[in-house]
């Protein structure tokens, strides 16, 4: 489904919730450069009804996208209201994506990957909104906390990170109620947001309140404040780890004319040979990276992996490459994502240096 409208924005009235988000969207604006088209990502709750009527008159021409996840009876009847507040709101365009969502990772996991790729399909070179809030930001860096994420996850939801844009992150979720309320606007209460089942929930409903009282208040802003500290102190390490990954990197050696075969040595053992564009890949000098501070080292390693296409990375995976480094026991190597159905790519301590390898995988038959 899709809708336009040739109208301009509502007016909005001037209460305090309706101001306080419009604060949030134009400083996004102003950070951004100035008025521009953009995409917003409506499910139809508060947080993205009110995201999308201040940027209706504080960005440019606002694309509603609702993106209808199928989940639950229903759904499409609520996609389409959704659509049509939006332009309502003063919209140029609503369009409704239906998706398919799998299950990898779970549901939750599932339907915002299919989400989101859904957006970037759409977007069509446009900065894409989305309506999270300072208590969304609070409850993710919780559970990151809780979970022993790293640094990263507990850095929480950044203003900018192209093409997603949040502008709404200094802004309570009471106060997107109160601007619907304020503008006459229905939203729809997602009944997934109450639904125990889902951890995120139970932080919400029951974990940070709890906190709340406990400590007396403030923690929701406390949380996000300590995000924001950290995402500046992790600018930092990235840029000293992009420099460290930069001076270790040994580029790919030139392609042999037969089959690679490990040399053993007495210090260092390399159990596996060459697999499928094993030669392509860049290594790092181990003496370089011994020198550098474990939390710039890892950050390094992980950038490494991740210009080679390795990615989702846990922490242990992080400890135990870094642990080739640090505490070289004559330990085998790392197993990370990726590879073929015949090989998986394994970090391996080689002649001193840092490279994956492809392992023949093992015949479960």
């Not at 989101?116 to 909104?129: F, I, K, S, T, W």
């Amino acid at each position: 489904m899709t809708g336009k409208r040739s109208g301009g924005a509502v007016r909005l009235p001037e209460t305090a919730a309706v101001l306080v988000v419009r604060r949030g969207m134009r400083e996004w604006v102003a950070a951004r450069g100035g008025r521009a088209p953009v995409v917003v990502g409506l499910s139809g709750g508060a947080d993205s009804l009110a995201l999308v009527a201040a940027a209706v008159v504080e960005a440019g021409p606002v694309t509603a996208v609702v993106v209808d996840h199928r989940l639950q009876e229903g759904s499409g009847a609520v996609a389409r209201r959704a659509a049509e507040q939006a332009l309502a709101l003063g919209c140029v365009d609503a369009v409704v994506v239906p998706v398919a969502v799998g299950r990898d990772g779970g549901v939750e996991a599932a339907a915002r990957a299919a989400r989101y790729a859904a957006l970037e399909e759409v977007r069509d070179g446009r900065p894409v909104l989305l309506g999270h809030t300072l208590d969304d930001q609070a409850e993710t860096v919780l559970l990151g906390l809780g979970r022993g994420s790293g640094g990263r996850s507990i850095q929480g939801m950044a203003a900018w990170n192209a093409p997603w844009g949040r502008p709404l992150l200094g802004v309570r979720r009471a106060q997107t109620v109160r601007m619907c309320a304020d503008l006459g606007i229905e939203p729809w209460d997602d009944p997934h947001n109450i639904d125990p089942g889902y951890t995120r929930v139970r932080v919400r409903t029951e974990v940070l309140p709890l906190l709340e009282e406990v400590l007396g208040g403030g923690v929701a802003q406390a949380l996000a404040r300590t995000a924001d500290q950290l995402r500046e102190d992790g600018a930092v390490l990235d840029t000293l780890a992009e420099d460290l990954r930069r001076s270790a990197t040994i580029p790919p050696a030139a392609p042999a004319s037969a089959e690679f075969v490990p040399e053993m040595t007495s210090s260092e053992s390399v159990v596996w040979g060459s697999g499928p564009d094993d030669t392509d890949r860049p290594r790092l000098s181990i003496e370089i990276l011994a020198t550098a501070p474990a939390a710039v080292r890892r950050r390094a390693v992980r950038v490494w992996l991740a210009e080679q296409g390795i990615g989702g990375l846990m922490n242990a995976h992080l400890q135990a490459i870094d642990e080739l480094v640090s505490d070289w026991r004559g330990q085998g190597g790392v197993a990370v994502g990726g590879g073929s159905r015949a090989h998986r790519l394994v970090v391996a301590r080689e002649h001193g240096t840092l490279t994956v390898r492809a392992q023949p995988r093992l015949d479960d038959t």
